[in-house]
Every structure is written in structure tokens, then in C-alpha cells.
């Protein structure tokens, strides 16, 4: 597998969390947070750089990133 998503709904955001695959066989998380009431907009959320072992750790990580930033900007 080269990349896993999951998408995860919170208040009226869309968080589509990624793991993409390294050349080294560890995971790098992706997080992209779409709101879901007007103005809609994409945007790429910066997650702690880390490289992970599995894919659902990566994916973990951007969750609980997605979810800090709804909380402080949302």
C-alpha cells in the first residue's frame, strides 16, 4: 500500500486524513480539511513532521491535527 485515507467528519468540517509511503518504508501523514458550510475551501494542514511505521499511525497523527486545528481556528 502507498498511501491510506480516512475520512473523518467534525462539526462542519471534512478532514481527509492520508498516510503516504516513504522510500524508507515509513508512513508521513497528510492532512487536508475541507468546511462544509459556505465559503468552502480546501486547505492543507502542516502536521508535526514524523515518519511512522504503520499507515493508521500517520493517520492518527493528521486526526488529531485536524481536530487541534478546528478547535483553535474552526
Not at 508512513?27 to 504503520?54: C, E, F
Request: charged share 25%; glycine share 6%; proline share 3%.
Amino acid at each position: 500500500m502507498t498511501e491510506a485515507t480516512r475520512i473523518y467528519l467534525q462539526d462542519n468540517y471534512e478532514l481527509r486524513c492520508s498516510a503516504k509511503l516513504l522510500d524508507s518504508g515509513e508512513y508521513v501523514p497528510v492532512l487536508v480539511i475541507t468546511k462544509q458550510v459556505w465559503p468552502t475551501r480546501s486547505r492543507d494542514i502542516a502536521v508535526g513532521r514524523g515518519n511512522y511505521a504503520s499507515a493508521e499511525a500517520a493517520m492518527e497523527a493528521a486526526h488529531r491535527q485536524g481536530l487541534e486545528w478546528i478547535a483553535n481556528y474552526g
